[in-house]
């Protein structure tokens, strides 16, 4: 008798409990993609030799790619759709130069330019792209004209804005940028610099093995915070879990943007428990993503599409 009351009580505590699950809806789970290895912090060496040195101490880097900044949009146009006049480009290769001799670089000095805002762009548009091209293009023409020397230079002033994005920076668009720039240069400088300093090569080898590295595993996160419908549970993996801020406030802003097509109960609740967690967290970066994420609003959201 008394088995038969608790193999009944049981079944109703299960019940119960399948009941319960079933009202709050279950979480969609994370996949491989972002298992524990994926959401460790990347970092760039520090124990090798830089790739490029400053010689103006006190010197304003933040300042001079400003000046480059406003340059590009100034001549928008210009830069987008045709090849810039020479004099255009070498002004480009110069504030590059100046920019990389000064030491002090702001952190942030990127980030400043984009909005805390779902689906929110940098102010200067593309230069971040555009003006490494511009750049590495002069340098490629210098290293024809046989102007090894000054194609080096070129591509270590392109390098250094690249490493300052990743390492000054929280936003994922500059950080992302800044690996692309490292990997466009360091290709050419290590197949330039060998010409004028035979001993940087190995040096050279070992940055872009690093870069690699990390870029794989960044590209991976990347394109499924870019997707227009990420998996949630990857989504909230990150969000939640990623030891890099920068991803975890790109996600947080991506949950404010998929919080009105949850695809559940379950992924609804824990999408706006996430959003909460992130307005009350130590980074205020973190708690900007969480605000913006919270009051999105449905007329917004058309805006970005």
């Known amino acids: 008798m008394k088995l038969g009351i608790i193999i009944s009580f049981i079944l109703l505590l299960m019940l119960g409990l399948l009941g319960f699950m079933a009202y709050r809806g279950m979480t969609d789970p994370p996949?491989?993609?972002t298992n524990t290895s994926m959401?460790?912090?990347?970092?760039?060496?520090?124990?090798?030799?830089?790739?490029f040195i400053p010689i103006t101490p006190n010197g304003d880097a933040a300042r001079i790619y400003n000046q480059l900044f406003i340059l590009y949009m100034d001549h928008h146009e210009t830069f987008l759709h045709d090849l810039p006049p020479k004099e255009l480009a070498d002004t480009v290769v110069n504030l590059l130069i100046?920019?990389?001799q000064h030491e002090r670089v702001k952190p942030g000095f990127l980030d400043d330019h984009i909005p805390v805002q779902p689906g929110a762009t940098p102010d200067f548009a593309e230069a971040l792209e555009m003006i490494p091209a511009v750049a590495l293009g002069r340098a490629e023409e210098h290293y024809q004209e046989g102007n090894v020397a000054r194609a080096v230079l070129i591509t270590r002033a392109v390098w250094a804005l690249g490493q300052r994005a990743f390492e000054n920076n929280m936003r994922l668009y500059n950080r992302s940028q800044g690996l692309t720039v490292m990997l466009d240069a360091g290709d050419r400088l290590f197949h330039w610099s060998g010409e004028v300093d035979p001993d940087s090569v190995e040096n050279v080898r070992q940055w872009m093995g690093v870069v690699h590295e990390v870029d794989k595993v960044w590209r991976n996160k990347y394109e499924l915070l870019s997707r227009l419908k990420p998996h949630i549970g990857d989504l909230l993996n990150i969000a939640r879990h990623d030891e890099d801020p920068s991803f975890r406030i790109a996600a947080v802003l991506k949950l404010g943007q998929v919080k009105f097509n949850p695809g559940g109960r379950g992924n609804n609740r824990v999408?706006?428990?996430?959003i909460e967690e992130a307005k009350a967290d130590p980074d205020p970066?973190?708690?900007q993503a969480g605000i913006a994420a919270a009051s999105l609003t449905p007329e917004q959201l058309r805006k970005l599409y």
């Open 285 to 287: 970066l973190i708690v």
């Open 31 to 33: 996949t491989v993609a």
């Open 271 to 274: 999408i706006m428990d996430t």
């Open 98 to 100: 100046e920019a990389m």
């Open 39 to 51: 959401l460790e912090k990347k970092l760039l060496p520090s124990e090798l030799p830089p790739l």
